[in-house]
Nanobody
Framework: QVQLVESGGGLVQAGGSLRLSCTAS????????MAWYRQAPGKQRELVAR???????NYADSVKGRFTISRDNAKNTVYLQMNSLKPEDTAVYYC??????WGQGTQVTVSS
């Protein structure tokens, strides 16, 4: 069964940090590109960051320099390190195995 399980969301003050984790099962993680998306209330889901099988990363302009996506193939896990968080980063964050499946989402709330 293909599955993604996210963790690490929560409530943080502006300027703080959080690290999201997403652990995969049911498919060969190392040969699948991975991504993080987010969806704020009343807005469309948007791509936050993507990492290829070879480790190449891409970021939304709004998070460049603040967020870092990484992967540990030995642990079947992809991470999103979020620093200098802003209230506008508040959203449900979803892990995505590109062209395969989605996680259930984890809430990130940044207070001003």
């Amino acid at each position: 069964q293909v599955q993604l399980v996210e963790s690490g969301g929560g409530l943080v003050q502006a300027g703080g940090s959080l690290r999201l984790s997403c652990t995969a099962s049911g498919f060969i993680f190392s040969i699948n590109a991975m991504a993080w998306y987010r969806q704020a209330p009343g807005k469309q889901r948007e791509l936050v960051a993507r990492i290829s099988t070879g480790g190449t990363t891409n970021y939304a302009d709004s998070v460049k320099g603040r967020f870092t996506i990484s992967r540990d193939n030995a642990k079947n896990t992809v991470y999103l390190q979020m620093n200098s968080l802003k209230p506008e980063d508040t959203a449900v964050y979803y892990c995505n195995a590109v062209l395969k499946t989605w996680g259930q989402g984890t809430q990130v709330t940044v207070s001003s």
